[in-house]
């Protein structure tokens, strides 16, 4: 143990081998609660896929409640992605009970989880109930989850601001009624680890049959707190933790399950504990949920991010020569990292391709390779080296988000724009139906004529609130990735595509929200209101 470790003061920990954490995982759930990163069943599907191959115990896949839509989703899920325990988060209340029952019945393993609001604030301003209430429902809904769920999880929103007697005793009321996992949720990411610690002390020394149950952490990084209290949980005897691929979710988002995966191995000399994460395909689980999603990794983001095993200072990069623990704790093929970079040209055939991929993390079958090797060889005719980004960004855009419904697509477009001259665009669209329209527009620029000629087919009507050009490698014929953000009625919606042309790039991710949108049909006011309205851990 290191000098001055805060864990050297703590009992010694256990064989990691015996010693085991669950790693749930609420990216489709929370995580898709991020403003515009709501997914279609087809990219749910993807990332539950991914999930499973990660390694995860647990996928919480919706909130069935929330919509038909989600119920959907989670049916889904639930019958075609084996291995973990498929969930579905649950109001207590009949109703969210019995669409989490027709949402997961098909699911080898499933899981019912229930959670109401527990502080002084929400009982007053949100719920409108008093103590007895709270604890009534909440031993109700557990009870009734119970009677058709082996696996029932309790969660009691806003623990860390609720009252520790009443916390202790809400707790030993789920136990009571049947509940297999009591989860502890930080919801507004308030609590400091120190303080966060006491709450589990006290649950753990108070409440009766604690010892029964896995106890759970739940935290939102609000104050960037969300990873140090899901670890400090672990100190304190949590054998659960719920997290995000890239940390994303409501807000400032979630605890990251990249960074508590490395943490809890890098430095089993504190925690020993284990899970069944394989590490390795942490980089390509996150740069497919940031692709799905559009919600980029900053550079410098532990683990994952671009610059996690970079050294630009020269005294680092001769420590790194002389001896790679000088900088470095962790390796970067324990992430899923690769050293190789330039691999492929227009005269590689399937067989190289296919390695590539494989090096990467993608196991394809011979359909899928083919389908990426189209895409590959139609690239590799506009620019001379394909790069492990290129192949990445292929996987994302094309064969790994498959091939969805589209109300409106290109047949067409041509801009002008110079010094002294007017942009215009003039766009041919084909729609659902088979009919092509044409349209003519000036703009600011040629991608705003692209856009405004876009809406006038389309009819669509929105505000354009980012918009972001970042390329894929490096060299004049790079990939451009054009990633946008639009805000509608029916909220905010991201769009990103990919090309050799800025332009081209740029009107293909404007269509994808069009078609986004235009695909989404009537939102019902359940769906609407259901992330606001509903609460969550």
């Known amino acids: 143990m290191q000098p001055n470790d805060p864990g050297a003061e703590r009992e010694a ?94 699911a080898p393993r499933r899981r019912c989880h229930v959670f109401l609001a527990t502080s002084p604030i929400h009982r007053e301003f949100k719920l409108k109930m008093a103590r007895d209430e709270i604890l009534r429902r909440s031993s109700d809904g557990v009870a009734l989850a119970r009677e058709k769920f082996d696996d029932v999880e309790f969660s009691a929103e806003d623990a860390v601001r609720t009252e520790l007697d009443f916390l202790a005793e809400i707790v030993e009321r789920a136990i009571e009624a049947g509940a297999t996992t009591i989860n502890v949720p930080d919801t507004v990411g308030y609590a400091l680890p120190s303080t966060y610690a006491r709450t589990l002390q006290y649950l753990r020394q108070n409440v009766r049959g604690i010892d029964r149950i896995v106890l759970s952490v739940h935290c939102h990084d609000d104050l960037g707190l969300a990873v140090a209290n899901s670890l400090t949980g672990v100190l ?211 991608v705003d004529a692209v856009f405004k000629a876009f809406d006038r087919v389309t009819g669509f009507h929105a505000r354009l609130r980012d918009y972001q050009l970042s390329s894929i490698t490096v060299g004049e014929d790079a990939q451009g990735e054009v990633s946008l953000e639009v805000e509608h009625a029916t909220g905010l919606h991201r769009g990103r595509a990919l090309s050799t042309d800025i332009i081209e790039g740029s009107a293909r991710a404007y269509l994808d929200v069009i078609n986004r949108i235009a695909l989404m049909g009537p939102r019902t006011a359940l769906d609407a209101q259901s992330r606001d309205e509903m609460g969550a851990p």
């Not at 515009?36 to 896949?61: F, P, T, W, Y």
């Not at 394809?364 to 394909?386: M, N, R, Y």
């Open 13 to 106: 920990p256990r064989d990691p081998g015996t010693d085991r954490v669950v790693i749930f995982d609420t990216t489709l759930r929370d995580g898709e609660q991020s403003p515009g990163a709501s997914m279609n069943i087809g990219q749910k599907l993807q990332v539950a896929h991914a999930l499973r191959d990660l390694g995860v115990d647990v996928i919480e896949a919706g909130f069935a409640a929330a919509s038909p839509g989600d119920l959907e989703a989670i049916r889904a899920v639930a019958r075609q992605v084996e291995g973990p325990i498929i969930a579905s988060l649950a109001r207590c209340h009949p109703g969210d009970i019995a669409a989490n029952w027709e949402a997961l019945k098909d």
């Open 236 to 446: 304190e005897g949590a054998r659960q933790v719920e997290c995000t691929i890239n940390g994303i979710g409501e807000r400032a988002g979630n605890a990251s399950l990249e960074e508590v995966v490395m943490a809890m191995k890098t430095r089993r000399d504190v925690f020993g504990v284990s899970c069944g994460v394989k590490t390795e395909r942490l980089y390509p689980t996150s740069r497919l949920v940031s692709q799905v999603t559009g919600l980029h990794v900053q550079r410098n983001k532990a683990i994952v991010g671009q610059n996690a095993f970079a050294h630009e200072a020269g005294i680092h990069q001769h420590g790194m020569l002389t001896h790679r623990e000088t900088y470095e704790i962790m390796r970067p093929e324990e992430v899923g990292f690769i050293s190789t970079s330039l691999v492929l040209g227009k005269h590689s055939g399937r067989h190289a391709l296919k390695e590539r991929l494989a090096a990467l993390g993608y196991l394809l079958d011979e359909s899928q390779v083919e389908a990426v090797f189209a895409d590959f060889k139609a690239l590799a005719d506009k620019k001379k080296d394909i790069y492990d980004a290129d192949i990445e960004a292929l996987m994302v855009h094309g064969q790994i988000l498959g091939v969805s419904p589209k109300a409106w697509e290109i047949v067409s477009l041509s801009t002008t724009s110079g010094t002294g001259t007017l942009p215009c665009a003039s766009v041919s669209l084909r729609s659902a139906d088979g009919k092509e329209h044409q349209a003519v527009s000036a703009g600011d620029g040629p």
